[in-house]
């Protein structure tokens, strides 16, 4: 497999998990209060269906879009995952220049919708590889703080940069940007601001606590802001 096909059987195994547990919530009938819960799995699918081929991109948006906006998702979900089945299992362990190049994917489709030319300059380590889950979590939060960047910091022109830190067992991944993302408390210096000031930060930090990480959000060298996420456990 090629890192693009290793992202994608990577996607399609997180979709259909993500499908099957939106079909169990969706079966508790729930209310006005799960709507949080429905945006932020909106949000996974949305990145999602950027990875998987055809089809399947096709069905998680529509997905997407039925839990954003509170119409039918049954049927949307049945087809998902219908177009998700039989397809290959991706490796146990993934190559960290794959997700890499998932981030690098998810920066130009960000910048399409923007309208604008965005660069990605990465820097990472060759032959390190990481656990499938690890790399599953770090598609999904990765590509919410890459399409957070594109959308709120990084200039027509600029360029977001990504550098991957392995230390151990733990990975580390710095994403600078060449705009003032983060507003006055940027400006002002501030080392640490709250990750909730964006939903795509928010949903990312919920993603890496979950898996046991962290996600800090803080000035970088461009002026911008410079998200740092940490997973523990990720490199095998």
Avoid at 17 to 25: E, H, K, M, N, P
Avoid at 187 to 216: I, N, P, Y
């Amino acid at each position: 497999m090629d890192h693009q096909e290793v992202i994608a059987a990577l996607a399609r195994v997180q979709a259909l998990r993500l499908a099957a547990a939106i079909g169990a919530t969706l079966s508790g009938a729930p209310g006005t209060g799960d709507r949080a819960w429905a945006a932020d799995a909106a949000a996974s699918l949305e990145g999602l269906a950027g990875h998987v081929p055809g089809e399947a991109a096709a069905g998680a948006a529509a997905v997407a879009a039925a839990l954003a906006s509170g119409g039918d998702v049954a049927g949307p979900l049945a087809q998902l995952e219908a177009r998700l089945a039989g397809g290959p299992d991706p490796p146990a362990r993934i190559p960290l220049e794959a997700v890499a190049a998932a981030a690098r994917d998810e920066a130009a489709r960000a910048a399409a919708r923007r309208r604008v030319v965005v660069g990605v300059d990465v820097t990472a380590p060759e032959g390190v590889r990481l656990t499938a889950a690890s790399a599953g979590v770090l598609v999904d939060a990765l590509g919410r703080v890459v399409r957070d960047a594109v959308a709120h910091g990084t200039p027509d022109g600029g360029a977001l940069r990504l550098a991957f830190q392995p230390g151990g067992d733990d990975l580390t991944v710095v994403v600078s940007d060449g705009g003032d993302s983060r507003g006055d408390s940027a400006a002002a210096g501030v080392v640490e601001v709250d990750a909730r000031r964006t939903a795509g930060l928010q949903g990312a930090a919920g993603r890496l606590a979950a898996a046991g990480g962290e996600l800090a959000v803080g000035v970088g060298p461009w002026g911008g802001a410079s998200v740092t996420l940490r997973l523990p456990g990720a490199v095998t």
